[in-house]
């Protein structure tokens, strides 16, 4: 009964998030689904990022996910043209039926780039497809080494490995080496780029992945974990 019940649960998900990413192809905005543990500088990284589309002409929304509080939508609406916060509760994830609820709120005509704030967690956020065209996988310096071969679903499907916070690469116990061994074990394309929102150092290198996404991923279905 419990696995028929999982199984109904993610089909029904597919579904909607079929229909959101047809909703955004409509619109020529692409999705961009971002996952990490919490304090991973997720916020932060947006806040850096939808400046600098905003200074090239290009308009962003963000959609936050959190159990509870809407600091993080308060913080990106003064950027985001708009913004709007989900508070999931006990769910450690957002579903797509609340990313379709959360697009009725949006006129998507006017945004480039949807950015999808999921809910700070490094194992379910993996398995569900949101809609999204790509998936951006948040992973900090001050984490350690050790935390693609612990949980590996993540890092299977990202398009993309930011390695955030490297301001304060020097101070922490990482084995660059290793980590790209895990990564590629999993993921032998994702582009792995360290990054620091607080200094800029290698920002560029993800905005202009970003800004070569729209024409080859608008419409594609990002990658996710089916059993």
Not at 20 to 27: N, P
Not at 83 to 107: P, W
Not at 143 to 165: H, N, Q, S
């Amino acid at each position: 009964m419990q696995i028929k019940a999982i199984k109904h649960i993610m089909q029904d998900n597919d579904k909607i998030a079929a229909q959101v990413r047809e909703t955004l192809k409509a619109a020529g905005t692409l999705g961009v689904n971002l996952i990490s543990s919490p304090g991973s500088g997720k916020t932060t990284l947006l806040e850096k990022t939808i400046t600098a589309l905003n200074e090239r002409g290009k308009r962003c929304a963000v959609i936050v996910g959190d159990l509870e509080t809407a600091r993080d939508a308060e913080r990106l609406d003064k950027m985001a043209a708009e913004s709007i916060q989900i508070n999931t509760g006990l769910s450690c994830h957002l579903y797509a039926n609340q990313i379709a609820a959360a697009l009725e709120n949006l006129d998507l005509n006017t945004i480039d780039y949807l950015f999808i704030e999921n809910v700070g967690n490094m194992v379910c956020p993996g398995e569900f497809d949101l809609g999204e065209n790509v998936k951006t996988i948040l992973y900090s310096f001050p984490e350690g080494d050790d935390k693609v071969a612990k949980y590996p679903t993540i890092f299977r499907v990202a398009d993309i490995v930011l390695l955030t916070k490297m301001d304060i690469k020097q101070v922490c116990e990482f084995d660059m080496d290793r980590v790209m061994t895990d990564i590629r074990k999993l993921n032998g394309t994702a582009p792995v780029v360290p990054v620091s929102s607080k200094t800029g150092e290698n920002f560029d290198q993800w905005l202009n992945w970003l800004l070569e996404q729209p024409a080859q991923h608008i419409g594609r279905q990002a990658g996710f974990v089916k059993e």
